[in-house]
């Protein structure tokens, strides 16, 4: 989701700054107005095609286990209250994400020849941080980056999935990441 929102943020945004168009946009509408709306309207056709992605994948895995290929949904993740809080968790990092990259595309006019463009590789980190969950979840540095706001959706999905995670801390980091999106959108 990350990924698609990262495209088409910097298709849309820089596209129309070439083009000119965004000039003619901004006389008409706010800045901010124009901003919000990329992206309110491209996270959600993000989403669009990330929930098309899973749905595919889990109808996959549940025709596959019908026919006993090995494939099964992890009974870890049936839990309704683990469930809305992984969901949560995505969705606050996922819209981090895409108002970090509106932020950078709206700086670039021409992304094939900025040095901005290597950014687009950032949320992979938080992903490959996460991995380092897998061998011991409650560690220091594990609980410190499941605060920060940039690997915290990755490393406390990671750490809810395989360790009991307080409340306060699965709150604490949901805040955080919300006051977060909040001030990188006024950036």
């Known amino acids: ?3 698609f929102g990262l495209t088409y943020q ?6 129309e700054k070439q083009l000119r ?3 003619v946009i901004v006389s008409a509408i706010s800045p901010k107005t124009w901003i919000d709306g990329k992206i309110i309207g491209i996270s959600l056709l993000s989403i669009v095609l990330l929930f098309t992605s899973t749905l595919s994948t889990v109808l996959f895995i549940l025709v596959s286990s019908m026919f006993n290929s090995g494939w099964s ?4 993740i049936t839990n309704p209250l683990l469930i809305v809080t992984l969901f949560l968790l995505s969705i606050s990092g ?3 994400w895409n ?3 509106s932020a950078i595309a709206a700086t670039i006019n021409d992304p094939n020849t900025s040095a901005r463009s290597t950014l ?3 949320p992979v980190i938080p992903v490959v941080i996460a991995f380092y969950a897998l061998g011991n979840p409650d560690s220091l540095v594990m609980k410190i980056l499941s605060f920060f706001p940039l690997t915290s959706s990755s490393v406390l999905s990671a750490r809810l999935v395989l360790t009991e995670v307080p409340l306060i801390e699965i709150i604490l980091s949901l805040i955080l990441l919300i006051i977060s999106i909040w001030y ?3 950036a």
């Open 1 to 3: 989701g990350v990924f």
């Open 10 to 15: 910097f298709v849309a945004i820089t596209g």
């Open 21 to 23: 168009i965004t000039e």
């Open 73 to 76: 949904i992890p009974l870890s």
């Open 94 to 96: 996922f819209l981090l």
């Open 99 to 101: 108002t970090f990259f």
């Open 120 to 122: 687009m590789m950032a």
């Open 184 to 186: 990188l959108r006024k």
